[in-house]
């Protein structure tokens, strides 16, 4: 059986947080959705829990990090092409996300990130698997 991750964060406003990530492309799972909590299909095994800090909060026994102002995690997500790198941080642009970093270009490794409207980092990169499998 194939491990499934689930990222769990929080978020201040749930109805602003599906908007932004639907403009991205991401769906909803509506058997985990109501209105403290959605389920963001990232692929067959990758899911994001957008949680309201009420909910959020009731799964720790301390405060919430403020995104804004530290940094609580990374979550990077591969791409099939440096456009498609490119695609995703445009439109998480567009809908309002803030770019994080400049570009990463190594050649054979490229990749941009994006802060979503709670701060939360997302990176987005593409590798070339034939450079990959040249190196070993």
């Known amino acids: 059986m194939s491990k499934k991750i689930f990222v769990n964060l929080p978020v201040a406003?749930?109805?602003a947080s599906v908007e932004f990530f639907s403009h991205l492309g991401f769906s909803f799972n509506p058997q985990f959705t109501d209105e403290s909590a959605t389920c963001m299909v990232v692929s067959d095994d990758i899911f994001?829990?957008?949680l309201t800090h009420e909910k959020f909060k009731s799964f720790i026994p301390g405060s919430i990090s403020d995104a804004r102002s530290s940094t609580e995690v990374l979550v990077c997500l591969s791409?099939?092409?440096r456009e498609a790198v490119d695609q995703l941080v445009d439109k998480a642009l567009e809908a309002g996300g803030t770019e994080f970093r400049d570009p990463q270009d190594y050649g054979f490794m490229y990749g941009r990130s994006f802060q979503d409207p709670d701060g939360h980092i997302w990176e987005t990169m593409w590798m070339d698997q034939a450079a990959l499998q040249g190196a070993e």
């Open 13 to 15: 406003d749930l109805g």
């Open 48 to 50: 994001v829990m957008l």
């Open 79 to 81: 791409a099939d092409s």
